[in-house]
Structures are given as structure tokens and as C-alpha cells.
């Protein structure tokens, strides 16, 4: 297939289902010069000289700049915002023939688990059409998962990639903090945003992955990833006593990793991380604060609209929470404290890792819920107690299907140490062939 057939195909299938059909509500924007520049990349693989990606058709998360895109963040505040550049990905993505096919649908300024806060409309799970996809990368998962695209990139701050990958059926990948740049992402907390690939299959995952990371000198924290060759010996499977977790998701992913550990000969540990139940609450005072510090440039004079006249109650409440913990500071007592908690559950991996090559865990510890479902501030958050963790650790973690219960895909995670992206892909790839052998 040419690249303009392969773009046309997808076109189709998202005028049959994206807005019409199943209304999946997964594209903000569809790049109108798409197949202009499917045509120029056409013409490179004719003359052999087209890059990596050349025929790989990308959707991306609206809030990385794409040049001449519109970059919404799923927010009335920056409803009428183009962007003037390319973020630091999407050059090189371009620089390797990649296509971008649209801008997606997300939790408006990716604050959510859900899907639903995005001023655009929720965004549906393609599998199981009356559930959520989870989010906050609701829209790049729903694409790869409906077959709208062959890849997509997302962001995670405290799981947004992983937990959408888990509730769709599909791999994602939060890199490790500093790994990939965050040149041209508008942030919502960072000290903890990852920009990340989600797509099909480990390998394209990994493709999309090879592509996007590396040191930028626009980014200051980036840098190029130290890849290490060392081989898998001991799994560590993760103590759950203390997190609130579906005993049948438990179930699922613990015999899958029996059986990927078996198949492989790996030898399994437990571990117990004492600070575990505390990420949530680690996580949100530092989320509230660097949100409501980044959010102050959209004060209506640069951008149209003042961010607290027309944004949605969940960045509401992040920025309300975030100038109150802000002002109590000067006590040091919830920034300070959430970073001294953060330290704290870093090294508490640090340690692991000495004695295990990866922690396994489920994804995400409750099944999704029905869209427009009324659930409590603290159900939403709850979603997130087994992704947060690695943000806060600032290491590397994937989610690649286990299984299915009912019917909804259920993904398990597979943590790695800070740079050990390589290991945690040989991970992922056995847990893929078992369940392609499966099938
Ligand atoms: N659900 C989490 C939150 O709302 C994570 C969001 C994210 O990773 N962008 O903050």
C-alpha cells in the first residue's frame, strides 16, 4: 500500500465512525494538508530515500504543538489557538517521514482518567462503546484501538497513557522522566509529563519510541538514553494488600505473569513498597501546584480567553487547589511535604531494582466505568494508584494487554528502572507472543 491508500483507508474508517457510526469522538482535527504530505512521502519511498517512519500514520494528543494545527488541550481557553512551531517530537517524527493524520481528543489540559472533561465531548472506548477509554490521552488510545491510525503519541503525567492503553487493549508507553523532550507540550505538572508512544503492537511502540527520545538542548532535563544490554533474571511481582484493587483483575494479571515468567524461566520475587499508598496523595498537591503555575499565562491577553471563565470543574478545582496550597506554602507544608513523600517512594524503586529487573503490577486497578456514570473526586483518582507510583519515581513503565473480563481489556504494567526501556520491551514482547499464541 502507498502511503496516500494507507491515509485514505483510515480517512474512511474515521468519516464512518469517528463523528458518525459509533461516534468514537476520538479526532479534534484532521490535518487538511494530510494527503498533500502523503503524496511527498510517496515520492521519497520511490526514490529510497524516506526515513523510519515513512508510511506510519500518527495521531497526536492536543497539547503538543504541531505547526498549523490546532492545539486545544480539549479546553474553550484555547480554542482558537494554532500552533506557531513544532514541539521537539514532532520534528523529528516529520524528520522521519512520519505523517500526522489529526490532533485528538482529550481530558481538557490532560486533567483526568476518564475521557469525559474535554470541552469537545467525551471520548468513547472502542471496544465496549457505552464504557470510557479512560484518559487522559482518551482520544490517541480510542484512534489506535478503533483503527484510525497505525500509532499515536500521548502524554502521562500520572498514568494517561498507560491507563487508556489498559481499558482499550492496546500498548503504551510512559518513557523514562527526561528521556523524551518536552520542547512545545503544554504541561500540566513538569516535574512529572511524559511525552509517550501508544500503538498496536510492542514493536511499533517501540519504532515510534526510537524515534522521539533522545537529549534536546530545548528541553534542559532531557537526555539521550543510556540503553543497557543486561538480561532478565528476576521478575518482582507487586504486593497490592494495601491498594484497593478488583480481586478478578488481580487474578488475570497474576496468571499471566506466571505464565510469561514460567515460559521464560524467570524467577519471581515479591515486593513490598511501604509508601505505595501514599502516591495519590503525593501526586495531586504537586499536579495542583505546577498546574496552577503553568496555567497563569492563560490570563486572557495572549490567548482570548481567561482560563477560569470557561474551563470545566476538574481544572477548576486544580486551580482553585493549587493557589490555596500555593499561599500556605511559605510553611512548607503540602509542595514541600509531596516532594519529600516523592524522594521518598523513588528510592523505595531504587532499592527494588537492586534486587529485581522489573516490577509487574495490573495497569489500572478497577475496570472502567459507563460514561456519564456519576463517580466520586476520589473514585476518579483511584483509577490512578498503580501508574502514579512511576511518575513519581520518574522510571519507565509500558501496559500491554493481560486479558479480558467481560469483554473490556485489561492491561497489565511492566515497570523498569530509570533508562531500562530496552528491558522493559523484552518484557512486553514475551507477554505479547503469549497472547498472540493464545488467539
Ligand atoms: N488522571 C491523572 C490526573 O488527572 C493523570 C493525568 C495525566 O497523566 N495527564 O492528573
Redesign the pocket.
Known amino acids: 500500500m502507498t502511503v496516500v491508500e494507507n491515509l485514505k483507508k483510515y480517512l474512511a474508517e474515521i468519516e464512518k465512525n469517528d463523528r458518525k457510526g459509533n461516534k468514537i469522538n476520538a479526532f479534534i482535527q484532521l490535518n487538511p494538508k494530510a494527503i498533500e504530505e502523503a503524496k511527498v512521502i510517496d515520492e521519497k519511498i520511490k526514490k529510497g530515500n524516506a526515513g523510519k517512519l515513512a508510511g506510519k500514520i500518527i495521531a497526536v494528543k492536543s497539547c503538543i504543538n504541531v505547526k498549523g494545527l490546532n492545539v486545544t488541550c480539549a479546553s474553550k481557553t484555547l480554542e482558537n489557538y494554532k500552533a506557531p512551531y513544532d514541539a521537539t517530537v514532532i520534528k523529528k517524527i516529520k524528520a522521519e517521514d512520519g505523517l500526522i493524520i489529526g490532533m485528538t481528543n482529550m ?1 481538557e489540559f ?4 476518564s475521557g469525559e472533561t474535554s470541552a469537545f465531548g467525551p471520548t468513547k472506548n472502542p471496544i465496549v462503546l457505552d464504557l470510557i477509554p479512560g ?2 490521552s482518551s482520544g490517541s488510545v480510542a484512534a489506535v484501538a478503533a483503527g484510525f491510525c497505525d500509532m499515536a503519541l500521548g ?6 497513557i498507560r ?1 487508556p492503553s489498559s481499558h482499550c487493549g492496546v500498548v503504551g508507553i510512559k518513557p523514562t522522566y527526561g528521556s523524551v523532550s518536552r520542547y512545545g507540550l503544554i504541561d ?1 505538572s513538569m516535574s512529572l ?1 511524559q511525552i509517550g508512544p501508544i500503538a498496536k503492537t510492542v514493536e511499533d511502540a517501540e519504532l515510534l519510541l526510537n524515534v522521539i527520545q533522545g537529549r534536546d538542548e530545548k528541553d534542559s532535563v532531557s537526555q539521550s538514553l543510556e540503553c543497557s544490554k543486561k538480561s532478565i533474571k528476576t521478575i518482582g511481582i507487586l504486593d497490592l494488600q494495601r491498594i484497593k484493587c478488583d480481586e478478578r483483575i488481580k487474578r488475570l494479571v497474576d496468571e499471566k505473569i506466571q505464565k510469561v515468567v514460567k515460559e521464560n524461566n524467570w524467577k519471581i520475587k515479591k515486593i513490598k513498597l511501604n509508601y505505595l499508598d501514599l502516591a495519590i496523595e503525593t ?1 495531586y498537591p504537586l ?1 495542583y501546584v505546577e498546574f496552577f503555575s503553568a496555567t497563569r499565562r492563560f490570563d486572557g491577553r495572549r490567548y482570548g480567553k481567561r482560563i477560569e471563565e470557561v474551563a470545566g470543574p476538574e481544572v477548576l478545582r486544580r486551580i482553585l487547589g493549587g493557589s490555596e496550597i500555593s499561599k500556605a506554602e511559605y510553611h512548607g507544608r503540602y509542595y514541600y511535604q509531596a516532594l519529600k513523600a516523592k524522594k521518598l517512594i523513588e528510592q523505595e524503586f531504587e532499592k527494588a531494582f537492586k534486587e529485581v529487573d522489573a516490577i509487574i503490577c495490573p495497569t489500572v486497578p478497577r475496570l472502567p466505568h459507563k460514561i456519564g456514570s456519576k463517580i466520586s473526586v476520589e473514585e476518579m ?1 483511584s ?2 494508584a498503580l501508574t502514579i507510583p512511576a ?1 513519581l519515581a520518574g522510571i519507565c513503565a509500558i501496559s500491554v494487554l493481560a486479558g479480558r473480563i467481560g469483554g473490556v481489556p485489561v492491561g497489565m504494567q511492566i515497570m523498569c528502572d530509570k533508562f531500562q526501556e530496552a528491558r522493559m520491551l523484552e518484557i512486553a514482547k514475551m507477554v505479547e507472543r503469549l497472547n498472540n499464541e493464545n488467539l
Do not use: E, I, Q
Request: a negative charge; zero cysteines.
Open positions: 481530558d490532560a486533567s483526568g482518567g484518559g487522559s502524554t502521562d503525567t500520572g498514568g494517561s491507563n500540566l509529563d501526586y499536579v483518582y483509577y490512578d511518575n
